[in-house]
């Protein structure tokens, strides 16, 4: 699968921004799709996973309530909606496919990545 994700830019504090990650050559939703995000200085940390197949959720508790992941099949896009930005959350962001059923966080059981995309978060 090829992954091509989208959506980053410049937004203040306590704005939304709506990330897409577009897949191509197999279904998102046989996948577990994770977003990541890497800090200037800070190891790439896993902040939302879904296991479409098997019904489970993951999401970092510094994310919770403010994020939300969803997939659309019928466009095979799977797409991350940021409310409450924090400066906190300005980060290079990732979409990844892992290639299980089983919900994993770990950034190693990704085989797949986009691109990634810039958000920050000023004001």
């Known amino acids: 699968v090829q992954l091509q994700a989208s959506g980053g830019g410049l937004v203040q504090p306590g704005g939304s921004l709506r990330l897409s990650c577009a897949a191509s050559?197999?279904?998102?939703?046989?996948?577990?799709m994770g977003w990541f995000r890497q800090a200037p200085g800070k190891e790439r940390e896993c902040v939302t996973a879904?296991?479409?197949?098997?019904?489970?959720?993951y999401y970092a508790d510094s994310v919770k309530s403010r994020f939300t992941s969803s997939g659309d099949n019928a466009k095979n896009t799977v797409y991350l909606q940021m409310n409450s930005l924090k400066p906190e959350d300005t980060a290079v962001y990732y979409c990844?496919?892992?290639?299980?059923?089983?919900?994993?966080?770990?950034?190693?059981?990704?085989?797949?990545w986009g691109q990634g995309t810039l958000v920050t978060v000023s004001s």
């Open positions: 879904i296991s479409w197949s098997g019904g489970s959720t």
């Open positions: 990844a496919a892992a290639d299980t059923a089983i919900l994993t966080t770990a950034r190693t059981r990704y085989q797949y």
């Open positions: 050559g197999r279904t998102f939703s046989s996948y577990v």
